[in-house]
């Protein structure tokens, strides 16, 4: 059985720094692409960045390049959101997804994805 956690959510001031985990288990291979998706309250769930297998080609939202950096250590599958100059609107639920069909291509859709975290509270004050 596949579960996915997220973790290291947490309070901080516009212009501070998180970083979130995401640790996948029941897994025996790691070709699969590992994405981030967030969810503020009243709004959808939006795609914030993404990474393939090998990491070879990061995929980000344009409300977030430059500040956040994802990447993955697949010998413990293991991704991590390095999250910089956080502002009031990165405020939303964080969840951390697995789309084991492919492991090249970075989705951005969530339908995509089958196996999903409970998601971690981000909120960054003014």
Known sequence: QVQVAESGGGLVQAGGSLTLSCAA????YSSYI???FRQ???KEREF???IPRYGQSTTYADSVKGRFTV????SNHRAYLRMN???PEDTA???CAIDSRRSTMVL???AVYDYWGQGTQVTVSS
Not at 25 to 28: A, D, H, N, V
Not at 71 to 74: E, G, H, L, P
Request: charged share 10%.
């Open 25 to 28: 288990s029941g897994l025996t």
């Open 108 to 110: 951005t859709t969530p």
């Open 34 to 36: 590992m994405t981030w």
């Open 93 to 95: 639920v964080y969840y």
């Open 71 to 74: 990447s993955r250590d697949n």
């Open 85 to 87: 100059i956080l502002k």
């Open 48 to 50: 914030v960045a993404g």
């Open 40 to 42: 503020a309250p009243g």
